[in-house]
C-alpha cells in the first residue's frame, strides 16, 4: 500500500505569508505527529494526534503555528506570517496502533524556505 | 538539554568494513530505543530497535547493542555497503511506547566503496 505522502514537497515563501502543508497517513494509521527538521538538526516534535483528538501541542512554536485533522486521516500543519526561522523540513508520521506510537512511518516531508 | 546525544557529525568507512555509530542519552527512565535511516529527500526509515530488558537485537547485518549502565547504544554495520551511506538518527519514545519520539542530532555515515 501506499506510503505516507506530503504536500507540497517545497515550498518557497515570503516572509509574513501563511502558508499550508498537507499530510496523507497510511489508511487505518490511528496516530499521527508532525515534527520540524532543522538543516543539520534530528526532527523535533511538534505535534499529536491521536485520531482527530489533539492530544499534544506542546512542540509548537508559537501560536503561530496551528494543526488539524478534523477526520482524522488527513492533516494540515498551517503558518501564519511566516518567520525566516520557519525555515526547515516539516515531516509527518503516522502509525496503526496508538500504544505503540514509536513505530512510526515517515512522509518525504516538506522543505520550506522563508525568504 | 538534549536527552538524546549523536556526538559524531560524520563517519567514513571503507566497504566491507564495520561501520559503529553511537548514541548517548540522559534519561535512565527510557525503555525503548530505535535507529532510523534517511537517504536525502527522503523521510526517515525504521532501521532497527532494542528494548531496555536486552543488551542486544540482530538483523542481518545490523546489531544494536544497549549498555544501560553507561546510557549509551550503538549500531554495528557488519559488511558495511555504498548502499549503506546516508544519515542514521537514534530515537526514543517520549513516554514509553506511547506518544512522540525524541530525535539525535544524526551521524552522516559514507561507505568508500
Known amino acids: 500500500g501506499a506510503g505516507v505522502s506530503q504536500s507540497p514537497r517545497y515550498k518557497v515563501a515570503k516572509r509574513g505569508q501563511d502558508v499550508a502543508l498537507r499530510c496523507d497517513p497510511i489508511s487505518g494509521h490511528v496516530s499521527l505527529f508532525w515534527y520540524q527538521q532543522a538543516l543539520g538538526q534530528g526532527p523535533e516534535f511538534l505535534t499529536y494526534f491521536q485520531n482527530e483528538a489533539q492530544l499534544d501541542k506542546s512542540g509548537l512554536p508559537s501560536d503561530r503555528f496551528f494543526a488539524e485533522r478534523p477526520e482524522g486521516s488527513v492533516s494540515t500543519l498551517k503558518i501564519q506570517r511566516t518567520q525566516q526561522e520557519d525555515s526547515a523540513v516539516y515531516l509527518c508520521?503516522?502509525?496503526?496502533?496508538?500504544?505503540?506510537?514509536?513505530?512510526?512511518?515517515f512522509g518525504p516531508g516538506t522543505r520550506l524556505t522563508v525568504t | 538539554d538534549q536527552q538524546v546525544k549523536q556526538n559524531s557529525p560524520s563517519l567514513s568507512v571503507q566497504e566491507g568494513r564495520i561501520s559503529i555509530l553511537n548514541c548517548d542519552y540522559t534519561n535512565s527512565m527510557f525503555d525503548y530505543f530505535l535507529w532510523y535511516k534517511k537517504y536525502p529527500a527522503e523521510g526517515p526509515t525504521f532501521l532497527i530497535s532494542i528494548s531496555s530488558i536486552k543488551d542486544k537485537n540482530e538483523d542481518g547485518r545490523f546489531t544494536v547493542f544497549l549498555n544501560k549502565s553507561a546510557k549509551h547504544l550503538s549500531l554495528h554495520i557488519v559488511p558495511s555497503q555504498p548502499g549503506d551511506s546516508a544519515v542514521y538518527f537514534c530515537?526514543?519514545?517520549?513516554?514509553?511506547?506511547?506518544?512522540?519520539?525524541?530525535f539525535g542530532k544524526g551521524t552522516k555515515l559514507s561507505v568508500k566503496p
Open positions: 530515537a526514543v519514545p517520549l513516554r514509553g511506547s506511547q506518544g512522540n519520539l525524541i
Open positions: 508520521a503516522s502509525s496503526l496502533r496508538w500504544d505503540a506510537a514509536y513505530e512510526q512511518y
